[in-house]
């Protein structure tokens, strides 16, 4: 356990804007006896400094199928298969394409804003910005020539 931590290190640094990312690690872990379910399929990408992506493979679902709720910077994305009028007329004969429900969760970093959401080709892409607020972003402070003195008031 203390190799995959080790290892997994790197990958956190990597994964900026999901700084909470290695909740997810540490659950594995505890949690392995139960398994991880990995329905549906997502890719996290990174496009440029600050933008960010997720891209869930949702091959069969609609937009009506799906809901994503972002509540105190946890991202849900769930889906549940809505019954279909022309269900009674077709007759499955081999189900590869999964419908089962799902729910992911996504713990996001404080200052990762979610800006929208896209349907293409059975992929459901849901963008995100990094934005840091001015007093968080890095400033350089002056330094002062010699002999000038910057004065400290003390509290009482």
Do not use: C, W
């Not at 840091?132 to 002062?144: L, Q, V, Y």
Request: glycine share 6%; hydrophobic share 35%; proline share 4%.
């Amino acid at each position: 356990m203390t190799n995959f931590m080790t290892l997994a290190t790197p990958l956190m640094r990597q994964t900026v804007g999901f700084d909470r990312f290695n909740d997810l690690f540490e659950s594995l872990m505890r949690d392995s006896s139960e398994g991880f379910e990995n329905y549906p399929p997502y890719n996290i990408e990174k496009h440029g400094d600050d933008e960010y992506r997720i891209t869930m493979a949702v091959a069969g679902f609609t937009m009506d199928d799906l809901a994503i709720v972002l509540n105190d910077g946890v991202l849900s994305v769930s889906g549940k298969m809505r019954e279909r009028d022309d269900e009674d007329k077709v007759r499955i004969l081999h189900r590869g394409i999964a419908t089962r429900s799902f729910e992911r969760t996504f713990r996001l970093a404080d200052t990762i804003q979610v800006t929208g959401a896209e349907m293409k080709d059975g992929l459901l892409i849901i963008h995100l910005l990094r934005e840091i607020p001015e007093e968080k972003k890095p400033r350089m402070i002056p330094i002062n020539s010699e002999g000038v003195r910057v004065a400290h008031k003390k509290k009482h």
